[in-house]
């Protein structure tokens, strides 16, 4: 099994948004995009965890993400590629990038998100998979993961080599950084270098400026396609062109490029070949299309997964969940969250959800979606529709916010919200496997606890007695 590769840094949403110009806006000198697409995807640390999980590597994410709908989408995209997260509380709103679109080209990119906001304590596992990983790579987009201080001394005590892709607004890279690899443009900003001489040699003096500064063990300067510049401890730098011209969209190519030397040098090979393969690694990148071909679906492969969001009718959702569990936790109240179908509401469902409600200041339901339960269930079931099934839910009094999820269990909706506790019905309360969301709980400091459920309640029992009673009726 390959070696864990383990992303640091900041998360935000990335959206594309496509379309064409005919015409322009009567009331303003202003171009009209008529849309045509969106499409979605994690942007900084979160893309470089997305490609290198796409790439077919174990990858664990620590990252900050806020309770809102834009996080909770996040959280699906990671999980459909398969990278395990470990998320710190962010307040406010998770930062989006929105790019206007025509032909290819960028007309106006929007920021949303507003001014950066320090992340919460780490919880212990979060700390703890630095210690488990092959490597590390730290991709900082200054937004203050980089800065909290349990991170930054659970990097510094880390034995894996450290890959830090560092950014202007950010913070310094750890002292003995195996490699940081800033491009041109960062080390002029980062190193104050008005970029007198060639690029080559503006990117050899600002790399000594900034591996004395830092003390990284390398500086590896990216220069697009013209490849990258190595300075280490020696006065001569090693330069490393691109294998082959590459035009295209550069988006994620650093990215790829430090964590292609990350798993590099996880096996073992010297920082020159790390950087080499790096290179290769992120002009082929360009050359094949960049993220959108990087992380296009390939035939035969399920979409990924939408965000856990109910329909529009459904008077709750990610985005009042998020507003909920953030308006307890400013309390210092305890967020409690429980899940299941729910498809006729009985007895049993109301006795589990009070007790659960007992527990802390607040209840969020994950409610499985038509198609999960058909899944579960089988292609009778539910008997109610999601919509139904969730204004039921939303009246009781121990309720306070329910989330729809399509998944077969909720484990991204869970890496969102991050409840204090996660209950489940007595069912298991005899012992038997671990439950199945015990180990995400844990991984972000929670706790799983089972409450006591009324015998002889369920919906398969109710369905089948009103089955038996209909068949007597009929004899």
């Known amino acids: 099994m390959r070696g864990l590769l383990v992303v640091v840094g900041d998360t935000l949403l990335d959206r594309d948004v496509d379309g064409t110009v ?20 994690p942007g900084g640390a979160g893309l470089a965890a997305l490609l290198a999980a796409r790439a077919g590597h174990r990858v664990a994410l620590v990252t900050a993400i806020a309770e809102d709908a834009a996080g909770a989408r996040l959280c699906a995209l990671l999980a459909a590629a398969g990278v395990t997260v470990y998320a710190m509380d962010l ?10 679109r025509a032909h290819g080209q960028v007309l106006l990119r929007l920021d949303r998100g507003g001014p950066q906001q320090e992340p919460g304590e780490p919880p212990a596992e979060t700390l703890a998979v630095l210690g488990e990983a092959a490597a590390i790579l730290v991709s900082d987009y200054g937004r203050g993961v980089t800065r909290q201080p349990a991170v930054r001394a ?4 880390a034995t894996a080599p450290i890959v830090w892709d560092p950014h202007p607004n950010g913070a310094a890279p750890v002292r003995g950084a195996r490699l940081t690899t800033p491009n041109l443009a960062e080390v002029r900003a980062l190193a104050g270098d008005a970029g007198n001489g060639t690029r080559l040699s503006t990117a050899v003096r600002g790399g000594r400026v900034l591996r004395d500064r830092w003390r990284s063990t390398a500086i590896a300067v990216t220069m697009g396609a013209a490849g990258a510049v190595l300075c280490q401890s020696g006065p001569t730098p090693l330069v490393v062109p691109a294998p082959a011209a590459a035009d295209g969209d550069t988006c994620g190519a650093g990215d790829r490029f430090a964590a292609t030397a990350a798993l590099a040098l996880a096996r073992g090979v010297l920082v020159s070949e790390a950087v080499q393969e790096a290179v290769a690694e992120a002009t082929a990148y360009v ?23 109910p329909a529009a009718a459904v008077p709750f959702g990610p985005q009042e969940a998020g507003r909920i569990i953030a308006d307890v936790r400013a309390r210092g109240g305890t967020v409690v969250a429980t899940g299941g179908c729910f498809d006729l509401l009985h007895a049993g469902h109301v006795a589990t959800l009070e007790a659960a409600r007992r527990l802390g200041d607040c209840l969020v339901v994950c409610l499985n ?21 969730a204004r039921l839910l939303a009246a009781l009094g121990c309720v306070d ?4 999820f399509d998944e077969p269990t909720p484990a991204t909706l869970l ?15 005899d012992g038997g496997p671990d439950l199945p969301e015990s180990e ?7 706790q799983t606890v089972i409450v006591p459920y009324l015998a002889g309640r369920s919906t398969t029992q109710l369905i089948t007695t009103a089955q038996t009673r209909r068949s007597k009726e009929h004899v």
């Open 401 to 404: 916010a329910v989330v729809v």
């Open 369 to 389: 979606s038509d198609a999960g339960v058909r899944a579960l269930k089988g292609p009778d079931r539910p008997l109610n529709p999601q919509d139904d099934r």
């Open 287 to 309: 050359a094949a299309g960049g993220v959108s071909a990087a992380l296009a679906v390939p035939a035969g492969e399920p979409a990924a997964v939408p965000a856990p969001a």
């Open 91 to 100: 307040p406010g709103a998770t930062p989006q990038k929105m790019r206007l």
């Open 415 to 429: 890496t969102w919200l991050r409840p204090d506790i996660w209950v489940k019905g007595g069912d298991y309360a």
């Open 440 to 446: 995400i709980v844990q991984r972000y400091g929670g």
């Open 22 to 41: 005919s015409r322009v806006c009567p009331d303003a000198p202003a171009p009209v995009l008529d849309e045509h697409t969106v499409a979605e995807r």
């Open 154 to 157: 659970a990097l510094s005590a």
